[in-house]
């Protein structure tokens, strides 16, 4: 061998060995995954959580791209957020709060008074189509001592007022991206959006202009859209999602509890699945019709066929756990019988044809089916039209064309929709408007909680729906993801704390 091909091997070896001696730190320092993949069921139609009502909204961008005043951990407790600290008076209606200083937006422009001024004005202005916009149109005043300090004084006393503006509906907005907000949200949250595959998913990078991002771990997060159940258990099993909070995977659970690969958490939540009656079509305008629905309905078989199980039945819009509840799963029971008799006594033909959409969630269409099959043994036809998610929110929720529905009401304090004037299930009555005006300016909680059980009462005697049951929450992710939430008293996917162990 000549000198000159001895030469480079010699070159060769020392050059292996300088590359083995980088690539193992280099690879040490790589070794902790900064990217993550989790999935939701439902696509959002948009991004802007101010305008509109789907909450697919907040799971995407709530507490990751668009703050409020608070932040409500997974437990129900309330801790500051873009506020650092709030008091307030003895008559629970003057809220002064300090606001966290030298925040900006994604765009650059300053967090401080004058955009808390602006976005709570604007979610309770006339034209405001903020779903919760009754609890920003009882702000009676706003002002500010200077640009940190914000002071909102009701008009009624809000015992959930803090916990309302934890809400993703309390978002703090910038002014000059209200306009572009629904595809390209300016926040000022860890996370920015980096794109929008639509049909497919959401990319969101860490920003680093974010307060505290030394402390946010993840780098990017893409989130994925599966809606079909076994496309969701699919993804899992196959590595492509690292997790899925709220998943279909009841009846799939041992493929992911076996072992050391999974963590499998299961949690309470506030939501309510009800059948949602058209109150203003005829016949379902005589509450006789309505509870007949009711009671042709098999909680416990919908709670199998829907969720595998894994549900507690409600006999009204209220759930096990939120303040004042009363069991109501008396009344309007299920009894075939005295639902076939009271369809005869309202003077109704059967078989009585009715039309149920069911949006594209997998307990939508599940326990669809098995409603329309005991809803049959009554003389009830319904006819099952699957529907898309933009289709429901324009043609059930938006035009309220349809008959009936099945649908899970996830946020936590939405009992007001009773009294909002023209909300997609028709229901109109003076009796309850009035005891809603009662609970708003009830101070005292023992008192409020009898005027809720009196409110949850009426609700259930007009059977305004069919209510069904109240979820349990399922998540499986990887075992080494960490910082996932177990229960979920809001729709959110935080994941500011999310990180590789």
């Known amino acids: 061998m000549n000198k000159c091909r001895i030469g480079l091997l010699q070159v060769a070896a020392v050059t292996s060995l300088v590359l083995s001696a980088v690539a193992v730190p280099y690879a040490q320092a ?19 959580p101010t305008a509109g009502a789907a909450s697919a ?26 506020a650092q600290s709030w008091t307030v008076t003895p008559d629970n209606k003057t809220w002064a709060f300090k606001l966290r200083q030298g925040v900006k937006f994604h765009n650059g422009e300053p967090f401080n008074a004058a955009t808390v001024k602006f976005s709570f004005e604007r979610a309770g202005a006339p034209g405001s189509v903020n779903k919760d916009k009754a609890m920003f149109a009882n702000i009676l005043n706003i002002a500010s001592t200077d640009d940190h300090t914000v002071i ?24 000059k991206s209200v306009a572009s907000n629904n595809t390209q949200p300016a926040g000022t949250g860890p996370f920015r959006l980096e794109a929008w595959n639509k049909g497919s998913s959401v990319v969101l990078s860490r920003w680093d202009g974010y307060r505290d991002a030394k402390n946010v771990r993840l780098r990017r997060v893409t989130i994925r859209f599966i809606s079909d159940a076994a496309a969701q258990v699919a993804s ?80 009204s819009f209220y759930v096990p756990g939120a303040p ?23 003077g109704v033909a059967t078989p009585l044809e009715l039309t149920m959409k069911l949006p594209p969630t ?48 996830v946020e936590p304090l939405d009992f007001g929709n009773f009294a909002r004037p023209g909300y997609y299930w028709g229901y109109e009555s003076a009796a309850f408007n009035e005891l809603w005006g009662k609970i708003n300016s009830t101070a005292d909680t023992a008192q409020r909680n009898q005027l809720l059980a009196e409110a949850q009462r009426l609700v259930a005697d007009d059977a305004v729906a069919a209510y069904l049951y109240q979820p349990t929450w399922i998540t499986v992710a990887k075992a080494g993801l960490k910082g996932l939430w177990k229960d979920a008293p809001i729709l959110a996917n935080d994941l500011s704390a999310l990180h590789w162990q």
């Open 30 to 48: 790589q070794g902790k995954k900064d990217t993550a993949v989790i999935a939701m069921t439902l696509e959002p139609p948009g991004l802007d």
């Open 57 to 82: 909204i907040g799971e995407v961008v709530h507490y990751n791209v668009l703050e409020t005043l608070t932040k409500i951990e997974s437990d129900g407790s309330i801790r500051p957020l873009l």
């Open 152 to 175: 909102l004084t009701l008009k009624n006393p809000n015992p959930d007022f803090l916990f309302q503006l934890g809400q993703t509906t309390a978002s703090i907005v910038e002014p």
């Open 236 to 315: 899992l099993l196959s590595g492509d999602v690292d997790a899925f909070p709220r998943v279909a995977a009841a009846r799939s659970l041992s493929q992911f509890q076996n072992g050391k690969k999974y963590q499998v958490l299961i949690g309470g939540s506030r939501s309510k699945t009800i059948v949602a009656i058209n109150n203003k079509r005829k016949p379902l305008d005589d509450v006789r019709v309505r509870r007949a629905i009711a009671m042709a309905i098999d909680r416990k078989a919908v709670i199998e066929g829907a969720a595998e199980g894994f549900g507690t039945p409600i006999g």
């Open 324 to 346: 004042g509840y009363v069991d109501l799963t008396a009344v309007n029971a299920f009894a075939p019988e005295k639902s076939r008799a009271l369809l005869k006594e309202a």
């Open 362 to 409: 997998p307990y939508a269409r599940q326990g669809g089916e098995v409603i329309a099959a005991q809803l049959a043994k009554v003389g009830i036809t319904a006819k099952l039209e699957n529907v898309e998610w933009a289709q429901w929110l324009s043609g059930v929720y938006g035009q309220k064309a349809y008959d009936l529905t099945v649908i899970a009401h």
